[in-house]
DNA sequence: ATCCTTAAAATGGTTGACCAATTGCCCGTA
DNA sequence: TACGGGCAATTGGTCAACCATTTTAAGGAT
């Protein structure tokens, strides 16, 4: 099999362009030389110089127009689904709480459709565990926990795994400056009662009292963390 | 810049090899047909089909061997995350269609109220390049762009993320055994229509009718798809 | 001196012809 | 009949010429 010579090669116009580029002290945006003066520099055809050039440009390294030039991409790719640490640091509260509000208000009203009487009482039981919490680190465990078996209650694995991918999110843009006045949450904690809500919803199958329930209970965080801030 | 459009027709390219092997019922080992036959089959210039399998070969999806031809590579290649791709091989398409409905819908809404104008005009290029697509591999490429823009018309990143993660998804689930009555959607094809009232929706700054146009829309599509498997 | 027009040069993109490797068929010989 | 060699057809790979777009320079008019 040649296929592997034929990645070699790629690979080493790959390779010379890397490096081509990396000697070159280019700046995003720089234009590199035309392709036929490239290709006698490093030495290669134009057609495998080309090759490297269509990798490169696919993977938003470089951009090329007819006339003008190929040019050095600027250092953000028009980064989507780029690396979720990035994410995190860049991503307001404000805008992290309107994707929460968003989507787990739309995983609620999703939940009271399909939640099986397992869910709904593993629905109870977390919601009954974050108003036992003898702490505020406690209870914000527990609320997780009560917010995950939502999306469980979905009974629909992607959403369960996007629900996962924006709680890792959300807790790495937790809001940390957020003072307490107590070691733990009061028996009147706002939260407890919409928490009851969206669960009487669930179980009663409403879909849009559950969406709403949510829409509420988020707001009401939202809200809270901001005042506070 | 013409980037984008660049991308855009090799992704119609790859997409249109990705069918026409997916849609082939080929087994890992099996020979395509020859560079010369694809490209008339797939209605793309050579050069465009050999950058398609320049792309497939480096991803391993593929191998080449001057004189024999070209065939399909014996193993899977590392697509999507692990955990994405436990999901991938599990989940059903009805499962996939819900959690588009409950996601895409929700993401709608959010467009109607975050979209600037020039999000708006984006989403109407996206749009209009879907109506224009000569093949449904074309039309479906853009109309995943199309669907793209609109979780971009939020203006959160952290929903676009969970939107590109739910993409790779559905990608993945794609329902394979569509059969198709012609060459191209037809200039009375339903989503056409859909699309519009979502972007009229979204236009309008109305959350509620975008959130139900989207609905629509992939309830349709569902439907279509259902009914014909 | 400045501005406009035009043509030439420069740039990336495409194509048809040709090249290099492989396969299959046909013919001749044992 | 079986085997081996040669040749034509087939296959993917490369290249020079050409194409389409952009920039630059030169010449003419004001």
Redesign the interface.
Known sequence: ???RL??AE?DAAAEALSAFIAEGDYAPGDRLPPERELMERLGLSRTNLR?AL??F??DGLI????GKGTFLASQEPDG???D?QE?CR??SPV??M??RV??E???A??AAINASNGAIQNLKETKDRARKAASWAEYEHHDGLFHCAVAEA?D????L??FV??NL?RRAVAVSNVVRGSDRPSEDHKSFAEHERIVAAIEARDPAEAYDAMRAHLGSVSARLFEEA
Chains 1, 2 share one sequence.
């Open positions: 099999m040649l296929t034929k990645l790629h090759k269509d990798t440009e696919r951009w090329r127009h007819v989507v689904g780029g979720l994410l860049e991503l805008k992290m309107r994707a968003c989507i208000a739309a995983i009203r999703e979905t629909n694995p992607l959403l795994t996007l991918q924006l999110v």
